[in-house]
């Protein structure tokens, strides 16, 4: 009786085990799915707008209409839940939704004035670039590397107080 009572509680135990263990993964595992759908509907977006004919005169509505799309998904992205294991990204993310929406903001008032205005189209430029490279950033970081570029200060345990001195980009 109790070699049958022991091997009941160890296979409870481990079916806890499994189920407890599959919950963390799962959250990380429903991010990144999440994130590649986002991924996807980007380059999806991104073709769409590479696809418009700058000659055709609906071109500007277009334009605003698939930038529109793509800010409401800057948007949620910023605004999804990052499990612990890629909680060091939200900064960018944020950074990259907000970045999107001037961008958008600013082709609108580009597009939407009684005159070209080539100021709020060159701004909206400067939003878009950084939008998206703080995405390539991001993508980066959750293949496992690290993005090439000056302008990102990493910091570890040994200079951590020179890393908080540091200027914010």
């Known amino acids: 009786m109790n070699k049958r009572f022991l091997s009941i509680v160890s296979i409870v135990l481990l079916c806890m085990l499994m189920l407890f263990g599959c919950g963390k993964s799962s959250g990380k595992e429903a991010f990144e799915a999440d994130f590649m759908e986002f991924c996807d509907k980007v380059a999806e977006i991104d073709a769409n707008i590479k696809a418009i004919n700058p000659d055709d005169e609906n071109a500007p509505a277009e334009l605003l209409s698939s930038l529109d799309t793509l800010g409401e998904l800057f948007t949620n992205m910023s605004s999804m839940k990052f499990p612990k294991e890629y909680d060091y990204l939200v900064t960018l993310a944020e950074e990259s939704g907000q970045f999107m929406n001037l961008a958008v903001e600013n082709y609108h008032a580009a597009f939407e004035?009684?005159?070209?205005?080539?100021?709020?189209?060159?701004?909206?430029?400067?939003?878009?670039?950084?939008?998206?490279?703080?995405?390539?950033?991001?993508?980066?970081?959750?293949?496992?590397?690290?993005?090439?570029?000056?302008?990102?200060?990493?910091?570890?345990?040994?200079?951590?107080?020179?890393?908080?001195?540091?200027?914010?980009?």
């Open 113 to 169: 004035a009684e005159v070209y205005d080539e100021e709020s189209a060159s701004l909206a430029n400067e939003y878009y670039a950084r939008a998206y490279k703080r995405l390539k950033y991001m993508i980066t970081f959750m293949q496992g590397e690290i993005p090439d570029s000056d302008e990102i200060k990493y910091a570890n345990a040994d200079d951590s107080a020179e890393a908080e001195e540091a200027p914010a980009e």
